[in-house]
């Protein structure tokens, strides 16, 4: 599928340099074009849009309070049926926003089955407000909440969601945004609650220099910690560069390793996580196998 | 009754010349590039247009385009002054 050269987002946010969710958003909205509307609830991309009366985003974004963008969203997408308009209703929120704070929401509009998208960007902590963990923090990761490394695991948000049985669910990541473009254009094709999952690495947040947002993806998605799929009316496919991560990985120490929030982590904790992976992963390759 | 409600305006430069942010600045070398294009799709802030020319009023310096430029024809440079 060719990408469109326009861009939805004006030259440019107040976003960090090396953004991955300023990335993730201009291939979400490409994929989605202009007869769209974006429901941020707060995080960074409610910030970093521009200074009031101006703004950078070209398409129509609607600012809501932070545990309310899935019921804003499958409400105007109500609406906009109800008038017979098919205009896209996207809404595109943090993992804080998402796994702790939005969960509700988003359970009850997915359950709902209203025909709306919903993009969560995870950059694995509380960001916008400085870093603080989130439910998706990984295990042994540094925040300024959880300064000896955060002891509990990540939420399987995915598996909270799978248990919906949405009409198309799909992981992506910021240093693939092909992958990510075809499936946005894939989820919009299809009526009911999408979902995506979009690991999203943060320089600030993770530590790392901003030219490495791609690299620290690419490791994530090599190493297994991050596996790229889509399950489109609950049958599992892998997809992209995760295909070749199956059957052959980077031992995670060469993604964990190269980020700051995981400074000090033990031998002992990166073996754990090494196994986590190979467990998931093995996990995934029986779904992928299985008739059911 | 008529609320007013806060409305913004599209607008470029809504968050200002972001090009004022960098330390490093990139630098093309066209006779190295092969136009594969992956600057550009990569670049998070969309500085980089069609004909592969970047756009230094808002280019934040962040460095993708270099170090993911597989021919290695993009270098960063540090800014004056
Ligand atoms: C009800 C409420 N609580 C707290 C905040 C402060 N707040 C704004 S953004 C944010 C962090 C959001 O984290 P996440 O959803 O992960 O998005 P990110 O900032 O990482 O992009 C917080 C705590 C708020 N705006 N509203
Ligand atoms: S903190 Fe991370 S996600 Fe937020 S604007 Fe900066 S780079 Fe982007
Ligand atoms: S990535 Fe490098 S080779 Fe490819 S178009 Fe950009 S400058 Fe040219
Ligand atoms: S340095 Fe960063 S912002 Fe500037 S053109 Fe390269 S990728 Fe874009
Ligand atoms: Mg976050």
Request: charged residues 20%; contains cysteine.
């Amino acid at each position: 599928m060719a990408i469109p050269d326009e861009e939805y987002i004006l030259k440019t946010t107040s976003a960090c340099a090396g953004c991955p969710s300023s990335l993730i958003l201009r291939y979400v909205t490409k994929a989605a074009g202009p007869d769209t509307v974006l429901v941020i609830p707060a995080c960074c991309t409610s910030v970093i849009q521009g200074v009031y009366p101006t703004t950078a985003m070209n398409i129509p974004v609607y600012n809501v309070a932070f545990a309310s963008a899935a019921a804003v969203g499958s409400g105007m997408s109500e609406a906009f049926r109800a008038c017979g308009k098919k205009t896209n209703v996207i809404c595109y929120a943090g993992d804080g926003g998402t796994v702790d704070i939005g969960i509700q929401a988003l359970s009850g509009a997915l359950e709902r089955g209203n025909d709306f998208l919903y993009v969560c960007y995870d950059n694995e902590a509380y960001s916008n407000t400085g870093m603080q963990r989130s439910g998706a923090t990984p295990f042994a990761a540094r925040t300024t909440t959880t300064p000896a490394g955060k002891q509990d695991l990540k939420k399987d948000l995915d598996a909270i969601v799978a248990a919906h049985n949405p009409v198309y669910q799909a992981t992506a990541c910021a240093a693939y945004p092909v992958d990510l473009y075809n499936k946005v254009v894939k989820a919009l094709s299809m009526p009911g609650p999408k979902f995506m999952h979009v690991l999203a690495p943060c320089p600030p947040g993770w530590r790392f220099p901003s030219e490495e947002t791609i690299e620290m993806g690419k490791l994530a998605v090599k190493s297994g910690m991050w596996v790229l799929w889509e399950r489109d009316h609950g049958k599992l496919a892998i997809t992209g560069a995760s295909k070749a991560a199956m059957v052959k990985r980077i031992p995670v120490a060469d993604y964990l390793t190269r980020q700051g929030r995981f400074k000090g982590i033990t031998e002992e904790q990166i073996a754990e996580i090494q196994a986590a992976i190979d467990r998931s992963i093995g996990c995934l390759q029986k779904e992928v196998e299985s008739e059911c | 009754m008529s609320a007013k409600l806060a409305i913004s305006r599209p607008a470029e430069g809504a968050a200002g010349k972001t090009g004022t942010w960098r330390t490093f600045r990139p630098v093309v070398d066209r006779e190295a590039c092969n136009e594969c294009g992956l600057c550009r799709q990569y670049c998070p802030d969309a500085a980089i247009d069609e004909n592969l020319d970047i756009d230094l009023d808002y280019c934040k310096g962040c460095g993708i385009c270099a170090k993911e430029c597989p021919k290695k024809a993009i270098t960063m440079v540090r800014e004056e002054d």
